[in-house]
Nanobody
Framework: QVQFVASGGGLVQPGGSLRLSCAASGSKFTIWTMAWYRQFPGDRRELVATISASRLTTYADSVKGRFAVSRDDTKKEVYLQMNSLKPEDTAVYYC?????????WGQGTQVTVSA
């Protein structure tokens, strides 16, 4: 069974930084496009970033220039470096295979940006 476990969230002040990590299982990890999604209070969801097997990346307009996604295939891990955080970045962050249904997003990590 494929699993995705995000970690590294926490409480940070506006303007601060966090680095999220994601541990994935699955024998085909190296060929997957991986994604970071977030779910805001009130349950609205957004695709934050993706990274393909060839390291092509995409970002939501709301995070361009502030967030950076990367991956380490030897460790089956994906990362999200988040800089210049804003209160509107407050959400639960998930890191499944891109295109996964919400039920398959795995374990998320809470990010709270507040003074």
């Amino acid at each position: 069974q494929v699993q995705f476990v995000a970690s590294g969230g926490g409480l940070v002040q506006p303007g601060g930084s966090l680095r999220l990590s994601c541990a994935a299982s699955g024998s085909k990890f190296t060929i997957w496009t991986m994604a970071w999604y977030r779910q805001f209070p009130g349950d609205r969801r957004e695709l934050v970033a993706t990274i393909s097997a060839s390291r092509l990346t995409t970002y939501a307009d709301s995070v361009k220039g502030r967030f950076a996604v990367s991956r380490d295939d030897t460790k089956k891990e994906v990362y999200l470096q988040m800089n210049s955080l804003k209160p509107e970045d407050t959400a639960v962050y998930y890191c499944p295979k891109a295109g996964s249904a919400y039920d398959n997003w795995g374990q998320g990590t809470q990010v709270t940006v507040s003074a």
